[in-house]
């Protein structure tokens, strides 16, 4: 099976079997009275201090007011919410909170987020990597089922959750699109690029950083010419696609990023004035407290 072979019966079947599997695991949390995702552990969820009141807060004021918020007033004294890079209110998905009441919508979109990660992982070993579809179903499984991916849903990373979801899809895109030339699959290419960076822009980066090297393995002798102009439609059409539907959230971040208080500090506010022998916890085991844990990512 390649990029351009169409889906077969097996696959659709395999799919369904992957979205009931997840809809089961998600059960508990769909039936009244709907519960949230909480973490089982005492380091808490950002699920009640960021996620929740994030997406009441747009939904009541979308209710009342019919205008999208750009500034909440209740977190601290206040601060933006366009642009913010843990506020993604322009990705579709997020909008069941308009839908559904938030409990049941919150977990709705994590349960679609599960699926569609495992979905893009199947394909990409089916499409890619020619395997057979009960393998590429373990596959699926695999990722989508990782306990690191399901620690972040349990931590309430939700924007987090959704685009590491299509990372699959970036890399089934991009390397489709080089194999057939087909502009659909540049087009989708920046449809899952915009889709992580309307959610956390840390993993366009990264996204970006993995496809870096990926087109100069498609060079071939003699058609140099050829591949320069593929890999330039190709990534021109990815970029205007992901830009267009992104830009909304990118460039009032852009424009906001220096302002922010981690661009401005030094040397020795960064390190909080923590002692060298706590800092370099960060290399030896320890034994992790919740204090610490806190301290040491916002050093970083």
Known sequence: MNPSHPLRRADLAYIAAFFLLTLLMFLPYLLPPTPLIFSNSEFGTDLTQEVYPLSRYVRDTLWETGTLPLWRSYY???????????????????????????PLALNLDALIHIWWAGVGVYLCLRKLRDMRPDAAFLGALLFAYTPRLIAHLAGGHWALLSAVAWFPWVWLAFHSYMQTRRLGWAVLLGIALAAQAMNDGKYLIMSGVVLAPCPFFYIQRGQVRQWLRTSLLGGTVAFIVMFGLSAAQILPFIELLPYTQRTSLGIEEATAGLPPLLLMLWVIPWNMKIAEWVIFPGTA
Request: charge should be neutral; charged fraction near 0%; aromatic fraction near 14%.
């Open 76 to 102: 601290l004294s206040g601060a933006p919410l366009i642009g913010h890079p843990v506020a993604p209110i322009f990705y579709p998905v997020h909008w069941l909170i308009l839908i559904f009441p938030l």
